[in-house]
């Protein structure tokens, strides 16, 4: 059984958070990514913690010395902050390096990006489809990615060979991957992503601002329909109040679908529409025994 060249000699990640860190554990685990593993953080206590992992092979602050010999840098950080990461990151990468990023939107990203980038580098947006309610260097695991998706945004013009890289890097991190536009891919991520995680927020806040009396009787009493919200709710609120904006037209025009279906379902209840009930029931359970076959459940 032969055994996979690491595709990258020198792999940087900046920002070994959940994503970041279950990059470099998976890299570490396999041998099969890179040859030598950097991480970057702001942070010291991110950075002091990465290297009591013992999950990058060298760990640092200083983004530009890490990524002048980068063959691959992967921005794994919020998304308002990609902009000014890249222009940093691109402004010393050396000719014929890749530039990849994790974030969750990208017709902002991409727009964020453009006016640094350089015709010696190429810039393959991706977009891995996992994660839990953690964050940090300890959230991470090597097998975060396996079997979910990770979407890619390429830019026209991109040589193949290194749209090739990105896709091969996230399926040896066990990913199923999938190019698309990056119009197309905002508008699925903000149904079957954004849009969840806004509503998790604020069925969490009507709670929260229920009188006193209710409101302790929702958290004595709450069932597993309200605990599966407050589990999307607990989410970073920094991280997803970027989203929310950067991915703005794309999700308030999934809100407004959801709102005048939601307005439906209350007519339907109001005036006894049992039938109407039981189709949306129906294909809610649908859509659920399709994700269990497809293992993205």
């Not at 970041?20 to 040859?35: C, D, H, K, N, P």
């Not at 530009?64 to 010393?92: K, Q």
């Not at 891919?185 to 969840?196: G, N």
Request: with cysteine.
């Amino acid at each position: 059984m032969s055994v996979e060249s690491p595709l990258f000699d020198r792999l940087v990640v900046v920002g070994p958070g959940l994503i970041g860190s279950s990059v470099l554990r998976r890299a570490r685990q396999t041998g099969t990514i890179a040859r030598r593993l950097i991480a970057v953080d702001i942070d010291p206590i991110f950075r002091a913690r990465v290297e009591e992992l013992g999950i990058a092979d060298e760990v640092t602050g200083d983004l530009r010395s890490a990524v002048a010999d980068a063959d691959c840098v992967m921005l794994c950080v919020p998304v308002c902050a990609i902009g000014p990461v890249a222009a940093e990151a691109l402004s010393a990468m050396k000719p014929g390096a890749i530039l990849t990023d994790t974030g969750s939107t990208k017709v902002s990203v991409i727009a964020a990006v453009e006016p640094a980038l350089r015709p010696d580098i190429s810039f393959i947006p991706a977009h891995p489809m996992a994660g839990t309610e953690y964050s940090g260097p300890d959230a991470g695991f090597a097998t975060l990615f396996e079997d979910r998706w990770c979407l890619l945004t390429p830019l026209p013009g991109t040589p193949e060979a290194d749209v090739e890289k990105i896709t091969s890097l996230w399926e040896r991190c066990g990913a199923r991957t999938r190019l698309m536009t990056p119009e197309h891919h905002d508008r699925v991520c903000a149904i079957v992503s954004h849009l969840p995680h806004l509503l998790a927020f604020t069925i969490c806040g009507t709670a929260d601002d229920l009188a006193d009396e209710t409101r302790s009787e929702v958290l004595d009493f709450a069932a597993s329909g309200f605990r599966d919200f407050t589990r999307i709710a607990s989410s970073d609120p920094i991280m997803w109040r970027d989203i929310f904006l950067s991915n703005r037209e794309a999700l308030l025009e999934m809100l407004a679908r959801f709102t005048e279906d939601a307005q439906a379902m209350a007519r339907a209840i109001r005036w006894g529409d049992a039938d109407y009930i039981v189709d949306r029931i129906e294909r809610g359970r649908t859509i659920r025994r399709s994700l269990i076959e497809n293992k993205q459940a």
